[in-house]
């Protein structure tokens, strides 16, 4: 591999809950992801979805909107893509337009979990680069659509807790803390809406 890609790759693939400045369009930010190191660390611009593909190469695989099943179970964000990439560094992660998620990492997780992975992701698409709203967007989405209950919200803890935590990120304990907060919540304007 060429220093040119190896270093590109090494910056690309430490992000699935990093997150920098903002998501909007045209400006810059590393990409965003559960737990750190950055995808593309300090980027000067962000990639767009075929430059992107043309950085991690011929083994990462587009999925279009509407096509990608996570344990048999259709998942979208939007209208967005999904790239697949077993090189990420992480769970997954995000730039503006698509979401990135490593099949690797995501084997042997709980389908609670790789929901919960995918609408975090997906939603730094919406919210920007939060990784506490990025979480709660995730959970709120679980709720609304039916893929989460107890039993889901105590895999998604298991798993984040394990998270140390960094600049951007808090210590997967208070994440998990304040997703349960989240998840009262969520399940709160569920009934109510159903009244």
């Given at each position: 591999?060429?220093?040119?890609?190896?270093?590109?790759?090494?910056?690309?693939?430490?992000?699935?809950?990093?997150?920098?400045?903002?998501?909007?369009?045209?400006?810059?930010?590393?990409?965003?992801?559960?737990?750190?190191?950055?995808?593309?660390?300090?980027?000067?611009?962000?990639?767009?979805?075929?430059?992107?593909?043309?950085?991690?190469?011929?083994?990462?695989?587009?999925?279009?909107?509407?096509?990608?099943?996570?344990?048999?179970?259709?998942?979208?964000?939007?209208?967005?893509?999904?790239?697949?990439?077993?090189?990420?560094?992480?769970?997954?992660?995000?730039?503006?337009?698509?979401?990135?998620?490593?099949?690797?990492?995501?084997?042997?997780?709980?389908?609670?979990?790789?929901?919960?992975?995918?609408?975090?992701?997906?939603?730094?698409?919406?919210?920007?680069?939060?990784?506490?709203?990025?979480?709660?967007?995730?959970?709120?989405?679980?709720?609304?659509?039916?893929?989460?209950?107890?039993?889901?919200?105590?895999?998604?803890?298991?798993?984040?807790?394990?998270?140390?935590?960094?600049?951007?990120?808090?210590?997967?304990?208070?994440?998990c803390q304040r997703m349960r907060q989240c998840y009262a919540?969520?399940?709160g304007q569920n009934r109510q809406a159903s009244r």
């Amino acid at each position: 591999m060429n220093r040119w890609l190896s270093i590109t790759l090494g910056v690309v693939a430490s992000s699935f809950l990093v997150a920098a400045c903002s998501m909007g369009v045209g400006e810059t930010y590393a990409p965003s992801g559960l737990d750190a190191p950055s995808m593309m660390g300090p980027a000067t611009r962000n990639p767009s979805l075929e430059e992107y593909m043309k950085i991690v190469g011929p083994k990462a695989q587009k999925i279009d909107h509407g096509q990608l099943k996570l344990d048999g179970h259709a998942v979208t964000c939007g209208t967005r893509p999904t790239v697949m990439n077993a090189d990420l560094d992480s769970w997954g992660g995000a730039f503006p337009g698509y979401v990135i998620l490593n099949p690797a990492r995501l084997e042997g997780l709980s389908t609670p979990v790789k929901f919960y992975i995918y609408h975090h992701e997906c939603g730094h698409q919406f919210i920007g680069a939060s990784e506490t709203k990025a979480d709660c967007y995730s959970i709120r989405n679980g709720v609304k659509r039916g893929w989460l209950d107890n039993n889901g919200m105590n895999d998604i803890c298991r798993f984040i807790s394990k998270l140390k935590g960094d600049g951007v990120h808090p210590p997967g304990p208070d994440r998990c803390q304040r997703m349960r907060q989240c998840y009262a919540e969520a399940l709160g304007q569920n009934r109510q809406a159903s009244r």
